[in-house]
């Protein structure tokens, strides 16, 4: 909206207003106000611009104006003066001019609590901007990919030598401690030099923080004048050598990794395309280890070769280690739209490696330690990825099943030695885990070699604890869905019996028991004979009234007698568990 009023030849007024401004079609201010009134040689011109939700004040700027044929002068007035909300002072000796000797800028110095800025002319031709405190992360809002955003304070001197006709511009910015998403790379340097503003600027970055170094040079498109400009807008391309790269910054993109340490030498071009990041390139990681969170395991890589190509990153028939140095062969690729969305397709193999080293609470249905032969593959998006896992147990495996419940039980006449069966009826409270983003199809072989626990208190020691043979098919799904289906038979193995922590009886597991998995992990159902040996007692109580008044036999009778007690373990983990005692 515009307004003009002419009260006289000497005396205009003038008022534009606007409900919001955009640049490139994305809203990025709200109201916007700019009041003039020209008074003969003198006047006052008002800026007042709000943000896109008309709540924060952008900017209001007060300012008088004195004018004559051959000059025109400026200065901002100190009151009511604010910047992103924030209110600022400036020297109140400022001045802009324009005149016939030239352009005269002099204590145009301005600053709040955190900010400076700082504007004066070169030889009545050019001009000089410094700041300091501001934070780079006002690009953001620029960068097509949400994925990655910038942050870090810096100071800039920028220098334009003739401002009446533009070829040439330098500066130079330093940042104190430049952010790329959550990772700090530290005091960061670019500067940048257009000899030809029609042309390419050249730029050279330097960035050298704790053990890394990267260092640039290339080149990036900047249409100070679009008339007549032949190159693409903002379209830039950079040759790096990296020396120390740290890995950490593979976290900004594979969440299922956690406290990677080490780094890469080589070179890579980093270049963009119509907003399009793409870096190719090749580096060598030196020397350093990642953890993956589902398996809580570490992996260890050293000189290690990775190709990065315009939407792939390669891991080409690559040695990884565990943390005992069990190779462990990597193959595969990442691939990604520009950095903004990943996907993986890779294979791991090994014939030893540890693949599991989780404790108590990390997972609600297993946790332990899990060394086995490996054929393991990644693939699929990042935000819904599959992991299909063949594993055979190998010595030193200790696989932990949780079983929580609640024991309900009556009194001590449950126990009933005429019928010979102790009933106990159990409700389990299971919880389903929460897993976002990861499909797990694991098909687990266990061997002889693994120690099977199911712990059913593991306060008062209710364990039941063996080895043996079976198969597994363990799925856990991103929708929280966890499931196993096998059978897996008893070799040998041990129970510890207790009861409301008054007895306490190891029973020996006979071999060719069974635990049979349908689903639920917590809903087994067991086949199992435990023994116990080492009794004795007297008969006596037992036989007394088939024993009549023989006195010989009743002697006997009374002698203690080696017995060998059997408990038969049945029914299901989840809703009805049950054991007979049998001598």
């Not at 809203?27 to 611009?49: A, E, H, Q, W, Y």
């Not at 051959?70 to 924030?86: E, G, T």
């Not at 910054?249 to 990041?277: H, P, Q, R």
């Not at 997972?363 to 063949?390: C, E, Q, W």
Request: charged letters at 20%; proline letters at 3%; one cysteine or more.
């Amino acid at each position: 909206k515009f307004s003009l009023v002419i009260g006289s030849q000497k005396n205009l007024s003038t008022v534009i207003t606007s409900d919001y401004i955009n640049f490139n079609k994305i809203r990025r201010t709200g109201n916007f106000k700019c009041v003039g009134n020209l008074f003969d040689s003198t006047g006052k011109i008002s800026f007042l611009l709000f943000d896109t939700l008309n709540t924060k004040i952008l900017a209001n700027i007060n300012s008088n104006i004195n004018y004559s044929q051959d000059r025109f002068a400026l200065q901002v007035l100190n009151k009511d003066l604010f910047f992103n909300n924030s209110r600022w002072i400036i020297d109140e000796t400022n001045i802009i001019q324009k005149s016939r000797k030239g352009l005269q800028v002099s204590n145009f110095e301005l600053s709040d609590s955190l900010h400076y800025l700082s504007i004066r002319d070169i030889d009545l031709k050019g001009l000089m901007l410094k700041s300091d405190g501001f934070d780079i992360a006002f690009v953001n809002q620029f960068i097509r990919n949400k994925a990655i955003s910038f942050s870090g304070l810096f100071s800039a001197n920028i220098e334009i030598p003739d401002v009446r006709n533009i070829k040439e511009i330098t500066g130079r910015f330093n940042f104190f401690q430049l952010h790329f998403n959550k990772d700090n790379f530290g005091p960061f340097n670019l500067s940048f030099n257009a000899y030809d503003i029609m042309k390419p600027w050249d730029i050279q970055v330097e960035n050298v923080f704790q053990e890394h170094v990267i260092s640039g040079k290339g080149s990036i498109n900047i249409p100070i004048v679009k008339t007549n400009y032949q190159y693409k807008p903002y379209d830039f391309s950079i040759d790096l050598d990296v020396k120390a790269f740290p890995f950490k910054f593979l976290e900004n993109f594979i969440s299922s990794i956690s406290k990677t340490t080490g780094g890469a030498n080589g070179k890579l071009k980093f270049y963009g395309v119509n907003g399009n990041l793409s870096l190719i390139g090749n580096l060598k990681a030196v020397q350093g280890s990642t953890f993956i969170n589902y398996l809580g395991v570490p992996v260890l890589f050293e000189n290690q070769p990775i190709v990065f190509k315009e939407n792939e990153i390669l891991f080409e028939n690559l040695e990884i280690m565990d943390k005992f140095r069990n190779p462990i062969k990597l193959d595969g690729k990442l691939t990604h739209n520009h950095f903004k969305t990943f996907a993986a397709n890779v294979k791991l193999v090994s014939a030893k490696a540890l693949i599991l080293d989780t404790k108590k609470g990390e997972n609600l249905f297993y946790y332990g330690y899990g060394i086995g032969k490996i054929d393991v593959n990644f693939f699929g998006p990042f935000s819904a990825m599959d992991m299909d896992v063949k594993v055979t147990s190998l010595k030193g495996t200790k696989f932990n099943i949780p079983v929580t419940y609640e024991q309900v039980a009556t009194e001590s006449k449950f126990v009933k030695f005429s019928s010979r069966t102790v009933q106990v009826d159990s409700v389990i409270k299971p919880i389903v885990p929460s897993i976002i983003g990861l499909n797990m199809n694991m098909q687990l072989t266990i061997t002889e070699d693994a120690d099977i626990s199911i712990i059913f208190d593991e306060l008062a020691g209710d364990i039941l604890r063996g080895t043996g043979r079976g198969n597994l098919s363990i799925k856990s799904l991103r929708t929280g869905l966890f499931t196993v289906n096998g059978l897996y038979e008893v070799e040998q193995g041990e129970y510890l019996f207790t009861l409301y922590n008054f007895v306490n009886k190891p029973f020996a597991i006979a071999r060719g028991g069974t635990i049979n998995w349908t689903g639920d992990p917590l809903n087994a159902t067991i086949q199992l004979e435990a023994v116990y040996e080492g009794l004795s007692t007297s008969p006596y109580i037992l036989i007394q009234e088939y024993l009549a008044a023989d006195q010989r036999l009743i002697e006997e009778a009374k002698r203690r007698t080696e017995v060998k007690l059997k408990m038969l373990l049945t029914g299901s983990l989840l809703q009805h568990f049950q054991f007979n005692l049998c001598s």
